[in-house]
């Protein structure tokens, strides 16, 4: 199903995210493609609040690479890979012990490369892009 959603602010996106995550299960990958700035963090924190993850906030893991979001009761609904800062992405991936060490919650992966791609094929993926007026333009082919 093709979709395309033009959003004004920061919590439009998060929204658009929360919707998102209605649709997802616990085997999902989402890929978040787009330039710094198009959103792809925000959609991150739309979707954990999306999967009824504690409040805590939904940072870009891009000096962790992984961020774990869980509900009260302790259990992972929400994956958040950041693989913008990757110098040996297969050693890298390798030492996050990928596929197994994500399976079971919903995975968001910004900055998908070559190697995610054939270690966690996308269930999804979100497309976003600023708009010469500055929003943001979501596109899930």
């Known amino acids: 199903m093709d979709r395309e959603e033009v959003t004004s602010t920061e919590e439009e996106t998060e929204r658009f995210g929360q919707r998102l995550a209605a649709r997802l299960g616990p085997d999902d990958v989402v890929y978040l493609v787009g330039p710094l700035g198009a959103g792809k963090t925000a959609l991150a924190r ?74 966690l094929p996308p269930t999804l993926e979100v497309s976003l892009e600023v708009t010469p007026e500055g929003k943001r333009r979501i596109r899930i082919p």
């Open 46 to 119: 739309g979707l954990a609040r999306g999967l009824k993850a504690l409040p805590r906030e939904v940072a870009s893991p891009t000096f962790a690479i992984l961020h774990e979001y869980a509900e009260e009761s302790g259990r992972v609904v929400l994956r958040h890979l950041d693989l913008y800062r990757l110098k040996d992405e297969e050693r890298d991936l390798a030492i996050l012990g990928l596929p197994d060490s994500v399976a079971g919650a919903p995975v968001a992966v910004e900055w998908p490369r070559e190697a995610i791609r054939r270690l």
